[in-house]
């Protein structure tokens, strides 16, 4: 207990003697994490799907010629491949040209959804670190300029507290940072993944509706 107070006291006091920059690394760091958490949850939870599993099942639909069956199966689900292939499976019974329309159409739609907003978080990685080194550069104005008009006695503890405003905040700003970038790194991994997997089947089920075409012929 007594070491869990000293350790929110150390932070505490590391956290004021960051000065205003300081509180200015923090508030963009916890936009980041609200963008971060909320790009969290839609991408593995709602816009997500087991692409291959879910193409799978869709087949068997297909090849045994129940697309309404297919379609069901694609709207039970709020994730975006099934939502992209749905459009596709409306319009089995018409031209190629108007099924691969009615993918690209509804790709185009989507995929905007997914990559909203991770740009911010590499934005906020970049400013984290440059505020910190404004927080620098505000610490040595400020332990220079109070040394010069101090008392010798006084000059170690101003030089130190101009040090920490600079060197606390650079730090906070850097571990901002790299939290950010490796957030970003998932989340955009997250996101090309979705992406890919609406391109690759989004082939695949052209494929699939050509075969049965034939096969139909």
């Not at 508030?27 to 799907?49: P, Q, S």
């Not at 993944?193 to 609406?198: G, L, V």
């Not at 695949?204 to 012929?217: G, I």
Request: net charge neutral; with cysteine.
């Amino acid at each position: 207990m007594e070491a869990q107070g000293s350790m929110i006291k150390s932070i505490t006091t590391f956290i004021i003697m960051g000065g205003p920059p300081m509180w200015l690394v923090m508030v963009v760091f916890a936009v980041g994490i609200a963008i971060a958490i909320e790009r969290f949850m839609k991408l593995t939870k709602r816009y997500d799907t087991d692409g291959p599993s879910f193409m799978n099942e869709l087949q068997r639909y297909i090849l045994s010629n129940d697309i309404q069956g297919a379609i069901r199966i694609c709207s039970g689900t709020t994730a975006l491949l099934p939502k992209v292939l749905k459009s596709g499976l409306k319009r089995a019974n018409q031209k190629p040209e108007q099924i691969q329309n009615a993918l690209d159409a509804t790709a185009l739609e989507v995929i905007p959804k997914v990559e909203m907003r991770l740009s911010y978080l590499s934005l906020i990685a970049n400013i984290s670190t440059l505020i910190g080194l404004v927080g620098t550069i505000m610490g040595l104005i400020e332990a220079f300029g109070s040394i010069a008009a101090a008392d010798p006695a006084q000059r170690s503890e101003l030089l130190a507290r101009g040090l920490a405003l600079g060197m606390n905040t650079t730090l906070m700003g850097l571990v901002a940072a790299i939290i950010m970038m490796v957030i970003h790194s998932f989340l955009s991994a997250k996101a090309d993944k979705i992406i890919s997997e609406i391109d690759e089947y989004s082939v695949k089920l052209m494929d699939l509706l050509l075969v049965k075409e034939e096969k139909e012929s």
